[in-house]
């Protein structure tokens, strides 16, 4: 769990700092050049396998730890407190995973399939990947559908960072409080980046 | 301290043995003392069944100065009641006010099998230390108790670990019903001291395979077992316990 | 019937040695074929159920907690003495020896009690080993803290939980051997009898307190490790579940019951708040180190303590022991709080406690620490923060004790505290070996009678649990079972076995049937009253013949009228401490009997006819210097014998604490 989500957590820096090349208000083209380049160049389409499998592995690995820490209290309390001991984020990884897992499958239908599509399946498209991002954040409801998905993924990313060190052994009285700062700054930072993609375009400050 | 008395309405878990079915019974109980400890509120509430003819609510107690590890309740909703670093013998009737309806449960866990009502077996905490909680050194093996200076800081984080009185609250407590904190304060004691050296990776592999085996969850860091940990054991020995296990998985060569 | 006590010929400091040189052995081979029951798992059940389960015995474990860890050695917290001499304060082992002999009121045997000090030192060395997080200092090495009736530095300890730590590692070493398939564990199992074959104890029957049914144990010897009686009083700093049973019922089947009435009161618990109490909680003596005990100088003095100024308060302890002040041992502290309290000095909303001040020593560690960082000019309220946070560090957990069943902070406003039972050094008569009157039955720890005499020095109490199991039990039971290496296991299906099995669910069965009207708590607090009035601090005969008659009336109401829930085949709490409750209204009856047969004053034992001009406690060594080992006699009651007492090297005295 820990591992795969660290390794995801890498990910999410390179796909926000790339992303984040529509800002630079260039009609798109910078990031269309990176676009391109990630999606051609062989090194990181191999590296793309690698992406899925510590995605489907992650996921794997949450379905499996849901289904035994399940049996392992069969009978539940009648009255249970939990928030006078956890945060309910900390206690809801499994639903913001699947809320995430929703948001994902959305996520590539629009922007993945499409390009995979045109690399393999020879379907030609005429419109570069930032075109297409400004068709789809200009429908209301899927720029809200995204800013959902980023805040299940900020909790998520929230109770995730740290909580990565942790299980890989790492608590320490000086460094563990730098690495909760971390953890909070990254995802606030990637959060906030993810978040005002949909919104700034679906408002046409990007150009 | 200002006493007052108080009446209560309680809802307790009654089961009659481990292959019946239980459920919620309701009491009343009145004129309680808020200087009572819990379970003197319970003892007052058995008096109360026997004289009516009833079965008397059967829970696990014994030294009642919160360190034997032996009661265990799940009152209102949280392990050990509503105080922190707390026991429910030591749980005083001045955390409640009159009028109170209080729900108690027993420990909920497929490792801590309900004996009666609120009594239930944690023969599986002890399993876990048989498959390695302990240094091996028999009985007139010792060398001098000072050959072996211990770095103060590890000799008190050590005892610090060793504090759990082994209830089982953490499982109680834990969503997912699990023991880490239980194994990670054994673990981090004994791999703190110069003294468990020896048995180092044996001991964290054995007592994690039997963890996994009398069929304790795993930990997700939600950390509510150390909120609820009567003696504040920290989750800090659950860090130790991974990195204890994973360099011990990396290393052995069976 | 002669009492032989066994002990070995020859110089006091070479008995143990001598012992150990010349006792018979059992081959390994020999060893896998003896069966060994140990009942109790607290430190002398669990340090001697691992020990023997090392050299190689098949041993059955038995505890009616859930788990062995539980044992009620684990509340223990002040701490453990050895003679280490680690702090070169002049602390030896025959220092030792002459503390205890000496704080035991010159009632102890002298060479058990030298063994003890002889091993004291082994036990660390183990403790250490097996991972017992003791407290250390910077240099990495043990730390030591002095403890009452000693003037040298010998107590080890782990915070306020040193029985806690002893416990877990006697636990973990019981575990191991459980694990290699050396010990079987029976856990919530109680003993109900023991098995006797051709007058050998042969094994037990005991009760399985989940379904209620009872089983035979076969063992070529039989161990109790079962810890002491102090619940008769019904208010005792004894956990709920400690109880007389297993002792009392070897007692019927022959083991002679040494000094019952020696008691120890303890003189740091938390006063009684109520009729609800349920159970007493002690505050470890250690808190008498630093804290100073004190009531107003004023009858009935209502002010709040803090506004009683120094000069209008009587620091009693200081005052009549000015040689050792607060730290004098046990008895000698609770007889003097319970003096001022029954002269209407006492304080609190009972008027029955005594203040423990910290004031004084916060300040006191505020200003060494204020001088350590070069604060000379810290001003009070910066010295007391400095301060107390050295306490926190020495006495925290016993301090947030105190907070959460009081309600008040300890650091603010004195400690109100008052004596309560807490051990018994009385139990089994034991002989040098540790064996009863009944041959192959053993008492370990604090069930049988023998090192502490008539008062136990603070921290003994573990040093004396472990000793036993780990170092004593080892050798002296080889001695006997080297002679028995050619008994076959005998078959649970012997007669004996029947019989006493029988007897047990007979008895049950009566119980139950009784369906009288009262219950069975409501017994126990009306004898607990009856001992703590009149068999309790201080003790005179009219008192005891009452309490005689009272007790024997109480046992028949008990036998008529007791109101047990519940069937006897399932798992019922109600129908274990009836039982319990049975043996302790005899028990009760005995020590009675035993502290009206000692006219004398000695230790815990406190009888108002033999006291100084100025009240102090006053032996009668011409008289009384003997161990009282009672005979059980059904229903004729109890035949004295008496085993006499030799001093050869701590010549009694009138002990001075002044």
């Known amino acids: 769990m820990a591992m795969t989500g660290i390794f995801l957590i890498l990910f999410l820096i390179v796909h926000a700092g790339i992303n984040a090349c529509i800002f630079l208000n260039d009609n798109g083209e910078t990031f269309n050049q990176m676009a391109h380049f990630m999606s051609h160049n062989w090194i990181l389409r191999f590296l793309e396998v690698g992406l899925f499998a510590g995605l489907i592995l992650h996921i794997f690995q949450g379905l499996s730890l849901w289904s035994q820490n399940n049996k392992a209290r069969p009978v539940q309390y009648h009255f249970s407190q939990p928030s006078k001991n956890s945060k309910w984020y900390s206690r809801s990884m499994g639903i ?112 | 301290m200002e006493h007052y008395h108080m009446n209560l309405t309680l809802k307790v878990w009654r089961q009659k043995n481990n292959k019946s079915k239980g459920k919620l019974e309701t009491y009343q109980v009145s004129n309680i003392s808020s200087e009572m400890s819990f379970l003197e509120m319970i003892d007052v509430l058995n008096e109360q069944l026997i004289t009516e003819d009833k079965d008397p609510i059967a829970f696990d107690h014994d030294c009642r100065e919160g360190i034997c590890g032996m009661c265990s309740m799940y009152i209102n ?55 390695g909680g302990f240094i091996s050194v028999n009985t007139g093996n010792a060398v001098d108790a000072n050959a072996l200076p211990i770095d103060k800081k590890d000799a008190d984080d050590a005892f610090m670990a060793a504090a759990c009185i082994g209830c089982g609250a953490c499982v109680a407590t834990c969503k997912n019903g699990s023991a880490m904190l239980f194994v990670g304060a054994k673990v981090s004691q004994l791999a703190l001291l110069p003294q468990g050296e020896p048995e180092r990776e044996s001991r964290v592999l054995n007592m994690v395979a039997q963890m996994d085996k009398e069929g304790f969850g795993n930990c997700t860091n939600t950390y509510a077992c150390e909120a609820e940990c009567p003696k504040g054991i920290s989750v800090a020995n659950i860090a130790r316990l991974n990195s204890e296990f994973l360099k011990a998985g990396l290393s052995t060569e069976d | 019937m002669v009492l032989d006590s066994k002990i070995p010929h020859g110089e006091m400091d070479k008995k143990w040695s001598d012992y150990k040189g010349h006792v018979q052995l059992v081959n390994p081979a020999n060893k896998r074929k003896l069966e060994v029951i140990v009942v109790g798992t607290g430190l002398a059940g669990a340090s001697a159920a691992a020990s023997l389960g090392e050299l190689g015995y098949k041993v059955k474990a038995f505890c009616f907690q859930d788990s062995p860890r539980r044992a009620h050695s684990i509340a223990a917290q002040g701490g453990i003495n050895a003679a280490k001499n680690y702090q070169n304060d002049g602390d030896s082992v025959f220092r030792l020896f002459y503390d205890t002999v000496k704080g035991g009121d010159y009632r102890a045997r002298e060479a058990n009690v030298h063994r003890l000090a002889e091993v004291s030192t082994s036990i660390i060395d183990q ?78 029957i005991a009760r399985n307190l989940i379904d209620g049914t009872t089983e035979r144990h076969f063992g070529h010897a039989v161990l109790l490790c079962t810890g ?52 007493l909680t002690l505050m470890s003596e250690s808190l008498r180190n630093d804290g100073r005990i004190w009531v107003p100088k004023q009858k009935g003095d209502n002010r709040k303590p803090q506004d009683i100024p120094e000069e209008e308060r009587d620091y009693y302890l200081e005052r009549r022991y000015p040689a050792f002040g607060n730290l004098v041992p046990r008895d000698v502290a609770s007889r003097a709080a319970k003096e001022r309290c029954d002269e ?58 105190y907070e959460k069943i009081t309600g008040e902070n300890p650091y603010e406003t004195p400690m109100r505290i008052y004596p309560a039972v807490h051990y018994t050094m009385g139990g089994l008569w034991v002989d040098y070996e540790l064996q009863t009157t009944v041959k192959g039955l053993y008492a370990l720890g604090e069930a049988n009678f023998s090192d502490h005499g ?40 012997h007669e004996a076995f029947v019989l006493a099995e029988k007897a047990v669910n007979d008895r049950l069965s009566t119980l139950k049937n009784i369906n009288g009207k009262q219950t069975v708590e409501s017994f126990h607090k009306r004898l607990g009253k009856i001992m703590w009035d009149k068999c309790g601090m201080a003790r005179n005969e009219a008192g005891l013949k009452t309490a005689i008659a009272e007790i024997q009336a109480l046992k028949k109401e008990f036998w008529s009228d007791v109101k047990i829930p519940g069937e006897v085949n399932e798992f019922n709490t109600e129908l274990d401490k009836a039982g319990r409750v049975a043996d302790f209204i005899e028990l009760g009856e005995l020590m009675c009997f035993d502290a009206l047969n000692r006219n004398e004053s000695c230790g815990g034992h406190f009888r108002e006819e033999s006291q100084t001009e100025d009240g102090e406690a006053k032996r009668d060594d011409q008289n009384y210097a003997y161990v009282a080992a009672w005979e059980n006699k059904g229903d004729n009651g109890w035949e004295l014998h008496k085993e006499s007492l030799n001093f050869e090297i701590v010549k009694p005295t009138q002990r001075s604490y002044k």
């Not at chain 1, 419109?127 to 720029?143: A, D, Q, R, Y």
């Not at chain 1, 700034?200 to 990007?206: A, E, V």
């Not at chain 2, 922190?84 to 955390?95: D, G, K, S, V």
């Not at chain 3, 240099?139 to 730590?165: D, E, H, I, M, P």
């Open chain 3, 454 to 493: 008539a008062n136990r020095l603070g921290a003994s109490a573990l040093m004396q649990g472990l000793a036993d199991g780990y170092f004593v039990i080892p050798y002296t039971l080889g001695n006997y079972l080297a002679e028995e290496i050619r008994t076959a296991s005998i078959s649970t299906d």
């Open chain 3, 228 to 279: 002491g009686y102090g619940n008769v009083f019904y208010l005792s700093t004894n956990a709920m579940g400690s109880n007389v049973t297993a002792a009392w019922k070897a007692h019927k089947q022959g083991a002679f019951f040494g000094n019952p009435c020696f008691t120890q009161i303890h003189p740091t618990c938390i006063p009684v708040s109520g009729d609800h109490q349920s159970k």
């Open chain 1, 96 to 207: 913001l995973g699947t809320l995430l897992l929703l948001f994902l499958i959305m996520h590539l239908s629009h922007f993945y399939v499409g390009t995979k599509m045109e690399l393999y399946g020879g379907v030609h498209h005429d419109e570069t990947l930032f075109e297409e991002m400004k068709e789809v954040f200009s429908n209301l409801w899927i720029v809200i559908l995204y800013v959902v998905g980023v805040i299940a993924l900020f909790w998520h990313l929230y109770h995730g960072f740290q909580s990565a060190f942790q299980t890989l052994g790492i608590n320490h009285k000086r460094y563990t409080p730098l690495i909760k700062i971390i953890g909070i700054g990254y995802a606030v930072i990637i959060c906030v980046l993810f978040a005002l993609m949909p919104i700034s375009m679906y408002l046409g400050c990007i150009k």
């Open chain 3, 127 to 204: 403790c250490v080993a097996q991972g017992v997080p003791f407290a250390r200092e910077y240099g990495g090495l043990l730390s030591n803290r002095s403890f009452g009736g000693t003037q040298v530095q010998r107590t080890f300890y782990a915070a306020g939980q040193t029985g806690q730590q002893l416990l877990l590692g006697a636990y973990s070493a019981l575990e191991r051997q459980v694990a290699l398939g050396n010990v079987k564990m029976y856990s919530r199992h109680e003993m109900l009898d023991v098995v006797k074959i051709d007058g050998k104890a042969r094994g037990i």
């Open chain 2, 77 to 131: 909703g949280q392990a050990h009641g509503p105080w922190q670093q707390n026991t429910t013998c030591q749980l005083h009737m001045r955390a409640f006010k009159d009028g109170d309806t209080i729900v108690v449960e027993p420990w909920r866990s497929t490792a801590f099998p309900v004996v009666k009502d609120l009594v239930v077996d944690r023969s599986s905490f002890d399993r876990i230390i048989q498959a």
């Open chain 3, 344 to 401: 209407g000095y006492g304080v609190g909303t009972t008027k029955m406690a005594v203040y423990l001040d910290y004031k004084d020593a916060i300040v006191r560690y505020g200003k060494i620490e204020a001088g350590k960082t070069g604060l000379e000019n810290a001003d009070h309220a910066a010295i007391v923060a400095l301060g107390k946070a050295v306490v926190q560090e020495k006495y925290g957990n016993l301090f947030e004790m």
